[in-house]
């Protein structure tokens, strides 16, 4: 178990005072050795322990990056790719310490392509400023993973969130990257073209490689037409299975819902106290239709008259923008919610993922776990997916709660597996998830170590995370 901080010298200090004279003589005071630098990079938004760089550099180009890498290699010291920090999986943890390589200051939009719907972004830009800056070309970017995360770390991560039911994950929304490989080659992946059959799909390969492969450092991304009109909904139910069921129902009947979040009634009751709301303290749904206005209207009747067939409330919903802002910003403020309940303590999130059909069986077999759990537990979901997330509010210095943190993640995982799902539905591997990686992919990881063999055979990008120890 990682220490909650774990302190190591600066690095002038620990024998890479070398690479730090270079890496300053290149990018000047933009390479810091500071000690609030260095804990800032040294941790997530999760449980996981606090494990420091030895020094952290800022970045302003793709070319730039391609340099810092190629002095990290000169004199064999590991780099970290650093976007916002949001990760959950202990991701940007410099297990081996070495450098942070923070690409946030990388926030250009580059280009936007309104007549191909798609945009060019520097790897440091965030989902909230790609959007705030396409509002008046009628077009969006609807990914969205709740969090202000960079969209190079959304590729890194595979990132999905509450829209992926209708617009799909990043995996389906990136069209190509630039990536400095590990000795600092500079590649673009693909063209811009929506489709190809022209070799391996190295698009792809980068997507969700967690900065062990290559470092993004520019994304190219498909775009959307922002609907006629968005409504939102709230939707209680009498049970979690009477909610999923009409979830269940809804796709297979090409209900074209965007967005379909559950909550369970503990997680509501949570929302409510945090974001001043008056949900009914049930299982629910919060959802969004996209659409013409006839079309959106006939959207929520229909999914009303399934809900209703599966034990649920009365429906409220709304096309009133504040009032959608309002809802969906509640749901996105859960992390903090929880927080709210326990000054002090951190959050260990779960996101497994299984078949649609299968989610109401592996809620249904972890639920004696969580209701044992001496600390509060939320249960949320992108249903329309067959992703959930279990939240435990602990103590990361309790030893029987960390204990029981990690029974309940095990059990899931395990219930998961056995169900055909996986271990992580969009938060990644990171260092958190890699003892799954085994039962999950079996004699795939050994092709898995022969790809990062082959692109980091010094194992210099993010060590220690995805691939398990042989």
């Known amino acids: 178990m990682l220490k909650a901080l774990d302190i190591v010298p600066a690095a002038e200090e620990s024998g890479v005072g070398a690479l730090i004279a270079a890496l300053r003589e290149r990018i000047g005071s933009r390479c810091s050795t500071a000690l609030s630098d260095r804990e800032h990079h040294g941790h997530g938004e999760s449980y996981h322990g606090t494990r420091l760089p030895d020094a952290v550099c800022f970045a302003l180009t793709t070319e730039e990056v391609s340099d810092i890498v190629k002095l990290c290699v000169a004199h064999d010291v590991p780099m970290v790719p650093f976007g916002a920090g949001t990760s959950l999986e202990g ?25 191909d719907l798609d945009v060019t972004v520097q790897a440091g830009v965030t989902r909230q400023q790609l959007n705030a800056e396409l509002r008046d070309t009628g077009l969006f970017f609807p990914v969205d993973p709740g969090a202000e995360a960079t969209l190079g770390g959304m590729a890194a991560t595979r990132a999905s969130g509450t829209n992926a039911v209708r617009y799909g994950t990043m995996r389906e929304n990136v069209l190509n990257l630039t990536v400095v490989l590990a000795d600092g080659t500079i590649i673009r992946t ?8 022209a070799g391996y799909d190295l698009t792809r390969l ?40 009409t979830v269940i129902q809804a796709i297979q009947s090409g209900i074209p819902v965007a967005r379909m979040e559950l909550l369970d009634a503990a997680t509501i009751r949570c929302v409510n106290a945090f974001s001043n709301l008056k949900n009914p303290e049930a299982p629910t749904l919060f959802l969004e239709f996209h659409g013409m206005q006839a079309s959106v209207a006939e959207q929520a009747e229909l999914f009303s008259e399934l809900a209703k067939g599966n034990g649920a409330g009365e429906m409220q919903w709304s096309s009133n923008a504040e009032e959608r802002a309002r809802l969906w910003h509640a749901r996105h403020n859960l992390h903090y919610a929880m927080l709210a309940t326990r000054p002090g303590a951190k959050i260990w999130g779960t996101d497994t993922c299984v078949p649609i059909s299968a989610l109401s069986e592996c809620i249904e077999k972890i639920k004696p776990l969580i209701e044992k759990a001496p600390f509060f537990v939320s249960l949320a979901g992108h249903v ?5 997330h279990l939240g435990m509010v602990i103590d990361p210095a309790s030893e029987e709660e960390m204990a029981y943190a990690r029974k309940i993640g095990d059990r899931v995982v395990e219930i998961a597996l056995s169900l055909d799902g996986t271990c992580t539905g969009e938060h990644g591997v990171g260092s958190g998830k890699i003892r799954f990686m085994n039962a999950e992919h079996g004699e795939g990881v050994a092709v898995m170590r022969l790809i990062k063999q082959a692109l980091d055979p010094r194992n210099l990008l993010n060590p220690g995370k995805i691939l398990p120890e042989a």
């Open 91 to 115: 991701h940007v943890i410099a297990l081996r310490g070495g450098i942070a390589l923070d690409v946030s200051r990388m926030n250009a939009i580059l280009s936007v392509r309104p007549d």
């Open 206 to 245: 980068f997507v969700g490689s967690e900065g062990t492969l290559g470092i993004i450092t520019e994304v190219t991304l498909k775009l959307y037409g922002i609907p006629e009109t968005i409504s939102a909904a709230v939707c209680p139910f009498e049970t979690v299975e009477g909610a999923v069921a």
């Open 384 to 388: 329309g997916d067959g992703n959930f």
């Open 190 to 197: 693909a063209s811009r073209a929506r489709k190809s059959s």
